[in-house]
């Protein structure tokens, strides 16, 4: 249904809960403008129905337009998902000519300190709030990206309020899914209990007091779940990722798990990735799960949870995701995340060369 086209790795932010793997794409290995314009051919061809335009920070491709364009051709939905850092009213206008339909913006936090702190770019949150504007006077839906951790939820009424102010008609909050940056750095981010008990207070009121003027969409912490979440509809039923340099992975994060190969859209067909290679057979369906997902009857509700998370914590991706209560390591998840969550505050930045901790701002 969706393509995840990661156009670069390259990012002004350097957020320590990153989705991007920790070895990033470097520029010179980027797909090209004609080999991206194929990609997103075939993706149609294959049935998507929807184009997210992602980075790291998308719009540093001079060629963004073309995509969108040829998104648009194709007969894709496009949604652009950005920092709005680098983007002005003027290049907006030339993205919404060439068709974008819908745009994302991404916040750290409701206030430029710790916004700015937590993105690692001086500036950033005034210059989000422009694009805000931005979006606004040019006429295109606006979704605002809270992702929530201890260092914010202090400030999770402000964010929705935020949301509302800047014109959004969607507002999603969601707490740091643990693998890559965000497992480095998983002792400075995991709420408390506490935290998340009044998460869940807050977002209720929220719903209640916005209701038909903003949507808040709410994902909870699966450190703190009982049932794991249907990663990305299902491990190769719904979802593909094209990385920087053309690798077509199941999920945004797949690349965390040791052992797993992908293949790339310049050397095969789409199709013939999503529908013969092993990156992508390996999890589909449900004839790989062990006991008790085999035979649960929530099996194709959930499809098993996220393989990522189940080798992050266990080292085996075959594993029962831990966020569920039958698993085996359940206990180890929530002995994990109540350690963390008394842990440090200081963050692992995801530019390698900057990779420094840097300490807490009130």
């Given at each position: 249904?969706?393509?995840?086209?990661?156009?670069?790795?390259?990012?002004p932010?350097?957020?320590?809960?990153?989705?991007?793997?920790?070895?990033?794409?470097r520029?010179?290995?980027?797909?090209?403008?004609?080999?991206?314009?194929?990609?997103i051919?075939?993706?149609?061809?294959l049935?998507?129905?929807q184009?997210?335009?992602?980075?790291?920070?998308?719009?540093v491709?001079?060629d963004?337009?073309?995509?969108?364009?040829?998104?648009?051709?194709?007969?894709?939905?496009?949604?652009?998902?950005?920092?709005?850092?680098l983007?002005?009213?003027?290049?907006?206008?030339?993205?919404?000519?060439?068709?974008l339909?819908?745009?994302?913006?991404?916040?750290?936090?409701?206030?430029?300190?710790?916004?700015?702190?937590?993105?690692?770019?001086?500036?950033g949150?005034?210059?989000?709030?422009?694009?805000?504007?931005?979006?606004?006077?040019?006429?295109?839906?606006?979704?605002?990206?809270?992702?929530?951790?201890?260092?914010?939820?202090h400030?999770?009424?402000d964010?929705?309020?935020?949301?509302?102010?800047?014109?959004a008609?969607?507002?999603?909050?969601?707490?740091?899914?643990?693998?890559?940056?965000?497992?480095?750095?998983?002792?400075?981010?995991?709420?408390?209990?506490e935290?998340?008990?009044a998460?869940?207070?807050?977002?209720?009121?929220?719903?209640?007091?916005v209701?038909?003027?903003?949507i808040?969409d709410?994902?909870?912490?699966?450190y703190?779940?009982?049932r794991?979440?249907s990663?990305?509809?299902?491990?190769?039923?719904?979802?593909?990722?094209?990385?920087?340099?053309g690798?077509?992975?199941p999920?945004?994060?797949?690349?965390?798990?040791?052992?797993?190969?992908?293949?790339?859209?310049?050397?095969?067909?789409?199709?013939?990735?999503?529908?013969?290679?092993?990156?992508?057979?390996?999890?589909?369906?449900?004839?790989w799960m062990?006991?008790?997902?085999?035979?649960?009857d929530?099996?194709?509700?959930?499809?098993g949870?996220?393989?990522?998370?189940?080798?992050?914590?266990?080292?085996?991706?075959?594993?029962?995701?831990?966020?569920?209560?039958?698993?085996?390591?359940?206990?180890?998840?929530?002995?994990?995340?109540?350690?963390?969550?008394?842990a440090?505050?200081?963050?692992?930045?995801?530019?390698?060369?900057?990779?420094?901790m840097?300490?807490?701002?009130?």
């Amino acid at each position: 249904m969706a393509v995840l086209a990661e156009l670069t790795h390259r990012c002004p932010l350097q957020c320590p809960y990153c989705s991007n793997p920790l070895e990033l794409e470097r520029a010179n290995r980027e797909m090209t403008t004609e080999e991206w314009r194929r990609a997103i051919r075939e993706a149609a061809a294959l049935g998507c129905m929807q184009i997210h335009f992602s980075g790291g920070e998308p719009t540093v491709r001079p060629d963004l337009e073309e995509l969108v364009a040829e998104a648009t051709a194709a007969g894709l939905y496009t949604n652009l998902i950005t920092s709005g850092v680098l983007c002005n009213r003027t290049r907006l206008d030339r993205l919404a000519a060439a068709g974008l339909e819908h745009v994302q913006l991404s916040f750290q936090d409701s206030t430029a300190a710790i916004g700015d702190r937590i993105g690692g770019h001086v500036g950033g949150h005034e210059k989000k709030l422009a694009f805000a504007q931005a979006v606004r006077d040019v006429g295109l839906p606006l979704t605002a990206n809270f992702v929530v951790h201890r260092q914010n939820l202090h400030h999770l009424d402000d964010m929705i309020a935020m949301a509302a102010d800047i014109g959004a008609g969607r507002v999603e909050i969601a707490n740091v899914q643990y693998y890559g940056w965000a497992l480095k750095n998983r002792a400075a981010l995991m709420p408390t209990r506490e935290q998340l008990d009044a998460m869940v207070l807050t977002i209720q009121a929220a719903r209640a007091r916005v209701v038909g003027t903003l949507i808040i969409d709410f994902v909870v912490p699966d450190y703190y779940a009982r049932r794991p979440k249907s990663c990305m509809g299902g491990w190769g039923r719904r979802f593909l990722n094209i990385s920087p340099s053309g690798k077509v992975l199941p999920c945004h994060a797949a690349e965390s798990i040791a052992g797993l190969s992908f293949d790339n859209v310049r050397q095969r067909p789409l199709a013939e990735i999503w529908q013969t290679s092993d990156a992508f057979r390996i999890f589909r369906g449900t004839d790989w799960m062990p006991q008790p997902c085999r035979t649960c009857d929530r099996r194709e509700i959930d499809w098993g949870g996220c393989r990522c998370q189940a080798f992050a914590i266990t080292g085996d991706a075959a594993r029962t995701d831990p966020a569920c209560a039958l698993s085996e390591d359940h206990e180890r998840l929530v002995s994990l995340a109540a350690t963390d969550a008394m842990a440090q505050d200081r963050f692992v930045y995801r530019r390698p060369r900057r990779a420094k901790m840097q300490p807490i701002a009130t």
